[in-house]
């Protein structure tokens, strides 16, 4: 929910000086969940006087990361979050600064401990970091450190988010919050924002009469609507957020079953602001059919051409599609002809230079030839086509699992450790049925090739 940020800089002025040191700390409100600090080198001279306050000398950022090389990991970790600093317009405007050297436009909540030390613990003499820490006991381990004062402000605002439930002042504390979110629905609740979690899953922006008008998918939903609500680079981006009156979200733990989630729903309710998948369109697919004398025909074909048929592997373009069957044809002999390659009423190229066995005219068997052609097709699918793919679940006792037969995509469904699924009738009874296509097909395919699974159970 929060980052605490501090920095160390080389003077006052975010106009004209540089940031040496950074500090983040996530803070759920109970306990710090993660951490990022780094020295950065400020690319010019640390001031003596600097020096003597900080520590932090010219030596010490010498080698240190620029600015530049760590403000990809500085977005990352801080989106989705409130920034919450010490005087925090100060770090804020340098932290902007950096940024926006780089043309980059930062943009957090934010929400400064020194003007809300104030409002909720009024009748210190000093609200500076330092006194105020002293009074109230909280012990800054490396001060005018990065850390160290990042630290102590988590400590600090624990302190204020307890004393503003004490004292019934919750309202406070979200006034306090400078805020991104402009422009929302007014029916747009903040608690259902609160209430996003930090997990792997799909979301639904609905609309005031409660259409879907957009899905995504995440493995930080949290992270990810914040990113969509605070979104101003283009219009359809601005009407879209100020359309969104509420959200729904569907967690998964797994993330292929949040791709497959995606996709289904997509094409079930057709979103206004969903555009085509992220994915690379794929405009052909190789397709596989027995003809009249039991031969397997392997042809390359449009996609749009063949929508109630699922194509062994899918390719961008025809260039693409060409190029792999032709290794497939030259790496297991296959016929020319019967890959569609070659158009004869005779033999193909390939039989007249010993390179075919003759099945373009009958001289070999179909089902020895066939053999050749599912070992070709085995390199676009896994070898077993009934599978159980099974993976992490929404919690620590759960398994998630997805489900293919004869290579159709069946479901999938959730699975309880604790309890005991020795037999697959057990396994397979969890399962929700979902509609199979070509898309859910290459997802699972691609997903597959490029990630690791906790375990895929073939029988």
Same mark, same amino acid.
């Given at each position: 929910?929060?980052?605490?940020?501090?920095?160390?800089?080389?003077?006052?002025?975010?106009?004209?000086?540089?940031i040496?040191?950074?500090?983040?700390? +996530?803070f &759920?409100?109970?306990?710090?969940?993660?951490e990022?600090?780094?020295?950065v080198?400020?690319?010019?001279?640390?001031?003596?006087? /600097?020096?003597?306050?900080?520590?932090?000398?010219?030596?010490m950022?010498?080698?240190?990361?620029?600015?530049?090389?760590? #403000?990809?990991?500085? @977005?990352?970790?801080?989106?989705?979050?409130i920034?919450?600093a010490?005087n925090?317009?100060f770090?804020?405007?340098?932290?902007?600064?950096?940024?926006?050297? *780089?043309?980059?436009?930062?943009?957090?909540?934010?929400?400064c401990?020194?003007? $809300?030390?104030?409002?909720?613990?009024?009748?210190? =003499?000093?609200?500076?970091l330092? &006194?105020?820490c002293?009074?109230?006991?909280?012990?800054?381990?490396?001060? +005018?450190?990065?850390?160290?004062?990042?630290?102590?402000?988590?400590?600090?605002?624990?302190?204020?988010?307890?004393?503003?439930r004490?004292?019934?002042?919750?309202?406070?504390?979200?006034?306090?919050i400078?805020?991104?979110?402009?422009?929302?629905?007014?029916?747009?609740?903040?608690?259902?924002?609160?209430s996003?979690?930090?997990?792997?899953?799909?979301?639904?922006?609905?609309?005031?009469?409660?259409? @879907?008008?957009?899905?995504?998918?995440?493995?930080?939903?949290r992270?990810?609507?914040?990113? +969509?609500?605070?979104? &101003?680079s283009?219009?359809?981006?601005?009407?879209?957020?100020?359309?969104?009156?509420?959200?729904?979200?569907? !967690?998964?733990?797994?993330?292929?079953?949040? $791709?497959l989630?995606?996709?289904?729903?997509?094409? %079930?309710?057709?979103?206004r602001?969903? =555009?085509?998948?992220?994915?690379?369109t794929?405009?052909?697919? !190789?397709?596989?059919? %027995?003809?009249?004398?039991?031969?397997?025909?392997?042809? /390359?074909?449009?996609t749009?051409?063949?929508?109630?048929?699922?194509?062994?592997?899918?390719?961008?373009?025809?260039?693409?599609?060409?190029?792999?069957?032709?290794k497939?044809?030259?790496?297991?002999?296959?016929?020319q002809?019967?890959?569609?390659?070659?158009?004869?009423?005779?033999?193909?190229?390939h039989?007249?230079?010993?390179?075919?066995?003759?099945?373009?005219?009958?001289?070999?068997?179909?089902?020895?030839?066939?053999?050749?052609?599912?070992?070709?097709?085995? #390199?676009?699918y896994?070898?077993?086509? &009934?599978?159980?793919?099974?993976?992490?679940?929404?919690?620590?006792?759960e398994?998630?699992?997805v489900? $293919?037969?004869?290579?159709?995509?069946?479901?999938?469904?959730? *699975?309880?450790?604790e309890?005991?699924?020795?037999?697959?009738?057990?396994?397979?009874?969890? /399962?929700?049925?979902?509609?199979?296509? =070509?898309?859910?097909?290459?997802?699972?395919?691609?997903?597959?090739?490029? +990630?690791?699974?906790?375990?895929?159970?073939?029988?």
């Amino acid at each position: 929910m929060y980052a605490i940020v501090d920095i160390e800089t080389t003077g006052g002025s975010p106009k004209t000086e540089k940031i040496t040191e950074i500090a983040i700390y +996530h803070f &759920n409100g109970n306990e710090v969940t993660d951490e990022f600090i780094s020295l950065v080198n400020p690319e010019k001279n640390i001031p003596y006087y /600097i020096t003597a306050l900080t520590g932090i000398s010219n030596e010490m950022v010498e080698n240190a990361p620029k600015f530049y090389e760590i #403000a990809r990991d500085i @977005v990352n970790f801080t989106e989705g979050r409130i920034l919450v600093a010490h005087n925090a317009s100060f770090d804020y405007k340098f932290i902007r600064s950096e940024f926006k050297s *780089l043309g980059y436009e930062f943009r957090r909540e934010n929400m400064c401990t020194l003007r $809300l030390s104030r409002k909720l613990l009024p009748g210190h =003499r000093s609200y500076s970091l330092g &006194n105020l820490c002293r009074d109230l006991n909280i012990v800054i381990k490396g001060r +005018h450190r990065a850390a160290g004062d990042a630290l102590a402000t988590v400590k600090l605002l624990d302190l204020l988010l307890n004393r503003s439930r004490e004292t019934g002042q919750q309202d406070m504390l979200q006034a306090s919050i400078s805020s991104t979110l402009k422009n929302l629905h007014p029916d747009l609740d903040k608690d259902n924002i609160d209430s996003l979690p930090e997990a792997t899953g799909v979301y639904y922006f609905l609309n005031d009469q409660q259409q @879907v008008i957009y899905i995504g998918k995440s493995n930080n939903i949290r992270k990810r609507v914040m990113s +969509h609500l605070s979104n &101003n680079s283009s219009r359809r981006a601005i009407e879209m957020k100020e359309n969104i009156a509420g959200i729904n979200f569907e !967690l998964t733990g797994s993330e292929l079953i949040a $791709l497959l989630i995606e996709s289904s729903e997509i094409k %079930k309710h057709a979103p206004r602001y969903n =555009r085509a998948q992220k994915r690379k369109t794929m405009h052909y697919g !190789l397709y596989s059919q %027995k003809d009249e004398q039991g031969y397997y025909r392997l042809e /390359i074909d449009r996609t749009v051409n063949r929508i109630n048929q699922v194509p062994e592997t899918c390719f961008q373009n025809k260039a693409e599609a060409k190029s792999i069957l032709t290794k497939l044809i030259e790496r297991h002999w296959l016929c020319q002809k019967l890959c569609g390659m070659y158009d004869t009423d005779g033999s193909c190229f390939h039989y007249e230079i010993r390179q075919c066995n003759g099945a373009c005219i009958g001289k070999e068997a179909p089902d020895i030839y066939n053999q050749r052609v599912m070992r070709a097709l085995s #390199a676009f699918y896994h070898k077993h086509k &009934n599978l159980l793919i099974i993976d992490r679940g929404r919690e620590e006792s759960e398994r998630s699992v997805v489900q $293919l037969e004869n290579g159709k995509y069946i479901g999938f469904g959730f *699975l309880n450790t604790e309890e005991s699924y020795l037999q697959l009738e057990d396994i397979v009874n969890c /399962i929700r049925i979902y509609e199979d296509n =070509r898309d859910i097909q290459q997802i699972i395919k691609t997903y597959l090739n490029k +990630h690791d699974v906790e375990k895929i159970v073939r029988y």
